[in-house]
T-cell receptor
Framework: AQTVTQSQPEMSVQEAETVTLSCTYDTSENNYYLFWYKQPPSRQMILVIRQEAYKQQNATENRFSVNFQKAAKSFSLKISDSQLGDTAMYFCALLTYNNNDMRFGAGTRLTVKP | EAQVTQNPRYLITVTGKKLTVTCSQNMNHEYMSWYRQDPGLGLRQIYYSMNVEVTDKGDVPEGYKVSRKEKRNFPLILESPSPNQTSLYFC?????????????FGQGTRLTVV
């Protein structure tokens, strides 16, 4: 079975600083994708970043980057130069090649303070 | 504009009264899915569909039905709603299963069963 764990229910960060959100997962598959989604108060789900498990290089999208540690089954999200608009729920998710369902973590509520 | 449209956005109903939440996408996507979001649990997949007339159970299918008679529509049916189905529901679509992580999400349906 696939599981995704986000151990930080809530976090806060000062504007312009850097914050890291943690995510660990478990799967017996060797080929899979990992994702981070952002859900602002509007409830919209927005894909922030994705990582293919076979790629060793960590994915980066502007101020967002990941630290993918395959052996440790860890997939943390780093947000640099935090902005007020980054305030949202963040979900980590796992999609395996051989299964057709997406598994999400419980989410981390991030608040960026001015 | 590419979008996934869910209706209604908000619904309050009574136990046992059948209801349908509609979902429609205008992107000719093959893969569609339904999720429910509950505090502390993140998003959990209810059902998904790989293509027309092809549907399968996700993580939490009990008490729900779906159909995929047309590519663009994927309604979620609650034959006899119960209070434990009070939740926030999301429909999502993606080009295909391999791109399920890059899904377009609907705006969500807040369902309350009393």
């Amino acid at each position: 079975a696939q599981t995704v764990t986000q151990s930080q229910p809530e976090m806060s960060v000062q504007e312009a600083e850097t914050v890291t959100l943690s995510c660990t997962y478990d799967t017996s598959e060797n080929n899979y994708y990992l994702f981070w989604y952002k859900q602002p108060p509007s409830r919209q789900m927005i894909l922030v970043i994705r990582q293919e498990a076979y790629k060793q290089q960590n994915a980066t999208e502007n101020r967002f980057s990941v630290n993918f540690q395959k052996a440790a089954k860890s997939f943390s999200l780093k947000i640099s130069d935090s902005q007020l608009g980054d305030t949202a729920m963040y979900f980590c998710a796992l999609l395996t090649y051989n299964n057709n369902d997406m598994r999400f973590g419980a989410g981390t509520r991030l608040t960026v303070k001015p | 504009e590419a979008q996934v449209t869910q209706n209604p956005r908000y619904l309050i109903t009574v136990t046992g009264k059948k209801l349908t939440v509609t979902c429609s996408q205008n992107m000719n996507h093959e893969y569609m899915s339904w999720y429910r979001q509950d505090p502390g649990l993140g998003l959990r997949q209810i059902y998904y569909s790989m293509n027309v007339e092809v549907t399968d159970k996700g993580d939490v299918p009990e008490g729900y039905k779906v159909s995929r008679k047309e590519k663009r529509n994927f309604p979620l049916i609650l034959e006899s709603p119960s209070p434990n189905q009070t939740s926030l529901y999301f429909c999502a679509s993606s080009l295909d299963r391999d791109r399920a992580g890059e899904a377009f999400f609907g705006q969500g349906t807040r369902l309350t069963v009393v």
